[in-house]
């Protein structure tokens, strides 16, 4: 088993960071190394981002990040069903390869795919999740952070302790279905006043093996059949390793942070011809070690350095002859260096200058592969003014891509971004705010160099952002209702030179990409969060987000017929309505938590018609916890430990649903978690 292997993980030291008093053009506030975060001031952010932090993060019925995530609006997830399937986000249908996603202020990267699996990165270790579209609204910060069509931010959990303590100490213990077990540890540790360095380790295993219902139906709609089986091949052996040290110098702050992973898990395929069991199996091992620094050198000019080496390997074995036998092994590299400085020319106009360098590399043992490097120079000069009530940032981006295949030509873009927000009273309860932006995204090896299947010749995707919205925020301090927060976006997106997959020749198994996707996409962002007092000492938080969109594929058909099956339809996989419900409930010791996901009708293609077509899913979630407090043993130095035992209920109804057509989820299953901090 991978578990014996025997592997290091180092951490990376560098010339840190520092952290100032910030001007009030930035939309989040350093107190020491507390982020505040309180609703009554996120009208500062000229495009506010939707967040999950603190109590509300861990009360969710979520394993992974993509399961939480699933709760902001305007947000798809691709599931392939599982605790060890792919988990990918797309956000407003533009693209699993348009967002952009940073752990702990830097970007994560696949050279290769350019997709981000989610479900590699646990809850356990992670303080709040921010989703942005457009991007974060603030000027100073690495020039990637420019770079994508919407970004989610991943901080994960800083040291804190209390007046006296040294050490913290947490440790986690999920049992359930599927043969889960999941133990977690954590460990903090106070060096001195201004170092501080946390551990955090985590093993999955999981069969996977869950029951679910499998129907067919004809076009006429008869019933082609109706059974239950179990799902095979879905198992995975996974362990991850975090080790961060943090510190503050005296006119900043720094931190470094190492990150490895490593899995064996089956790949249970779709459901097809029949078919109810495969046997691909893959590997990973992934690592990465990154430290930040952040500094001011006077009262106007302040600057940030990141740096970053990631190494990626995979191993993907089919050994089907009866389809086609792939043992393929893939390695990609990554060095990356980031230096920002911003200056601020008054009290309330600021200018930000970002220069990026990143190096990617792929090795694979695929037959004729080109082993390509690529070398890619970002340069973004922004600047954010405020008068009065009007806010307003602008940013431009240039990207300059090198290729080691001289058969790709160097590509040169420069592409734009405004943001603009309104506060129409002087008191702060109500903004309006709205954001142009062009961006683009480069081929990834795949796309251009995957043996018989990539095409060189390929153009970057660009996506054209318009967006129009407020936000109301309320805070109450008589009543039951504590604080209400409101907010509602239209916006209108075009995706051109859409890289697709399309056959090649007359062999059915043969596909090249090409540029030939244009997408347009119209939709509303809804979002509501209550905060309630009710007698009793009861604390209730609900929140509701709610999206509509209309996402058209006018990719150009053979005749671009406007009568073609797919011309003018909604895009695959996506609903026109979706939306979620939170509901959180905390007296004294106890607390329960609701939430509920609906994704409606949609299709499996763009071509709409009866046969492609998806029932709408939905499922109910439910957890009950209780925490006990009490005093350490005798010879412990520490005043008190809490423990939490909780028990989740997921997809209360046994729905049963496919997201990814063919790849049944599981239906109603349990989970059991007992948690102590010391």
Known sequence: MFLNRTFGVGILLACCTVSFAQSKLDSIQHIDEVVIVADADRYREVIPSQRLSGEKLEALNSFSVADAIRYFSGIQIKDYGGIGGLKTVDIRSMGTHQIGVFYDGIQLGNAQNGQIDLGKFSLDNIEEISLYNGQKSEIFQSAKDFGSAGTIYLRTRRPRFEAGKKTNIQTVVRTGSFDLM????????????????????????????????????????????????????????SMRLEGGLHGFLENGKWNAKAYFYDSEKGIPGAIVNNVWKNSQR??????????????????????????KYANDWMHYLNPDTTLMYIDNTFHQQEIYASVANKYAILPNWDVNLSVDYQWNSLDASLQNFVYPKRNTTLVALATAFEW????????????????????????QEYTPAFFLSYQPFK????????????????????????????NVNLRPEYTTQYNLGFQYNKNYNNGIVDNLNFRADAYYNEVTD????VPKGNGQYRWMMMNIGYVEIRGIDISAQI????????QVNTGLNYTYQKAQD????????????????????????????????????????????????RYHNSSNIRENYEQPWYTHDLTIGKSFYGKPVKFSKLNRFKTK????????FNQQYDVVLNYPMPGRNYKLILKMDI
């Open 427 to 454: 008191q702060p309860d109500l903004n309006f705010r709205t954001f142009y932006k062009r961006i683009f995204r480069m081929p990834t090896f795949n796309d251009l160099y995957y043996t018989d299947i990539g």
């Open 645 to 652: 035992i909780s028990v989740e209920v997921n997809n209360i």
């Open 554 to 601: 006018f990719s150009n058909s053979t005749d671009n017929d406007p009568e073609a099956g797919t011309y003018g339809r909604q895009i695959a996989y996506i609903p026109w309505h979706s939306g979620s419900t939170i509901v959180n409930m905390s007296w004294k010791s106890y607390d329960l938590n609701y939430s509920f996901i609906y994704v409606g009708e």
């Open 498 to 501: 859409k890289i697709i997959a």
């Open 388 to 411: 009065q009530r009007i806010k307003a940032q602008a940013s431009l981006l240039g990207t300059f891509v090198n290729e080691s295949v001289g058969i790709v030509a160097d590509k």
């Open 282 to 307: 893959q590997w990973d091992r992934n690592f990465f070690a990154q430290a930040s620094v952040e500094t001011w050198h006077a009262t106007s000019l302040q600057t940030q350095i990141n740096v």
């Open 531 to 538: 905060s309630w007092k009710l007698p009793a000492g009861v």
């Open 182 to 237: 999941n133990p977690a540890v954590l460990w903090e540790q106070k060096l001195t006043d201004h170092i501080a360095f946390n551990v955090n380790t985590e093993y999955i295993y999981s069969s996977g093996k869950y029951p679910f219902r499998y129907r067919k139906k004809w076009p006429d709609g008869t019933m082609a059949w109706d059974t239950t089986a179990v799902r095979q091949n879905g198992d995975i052996h």
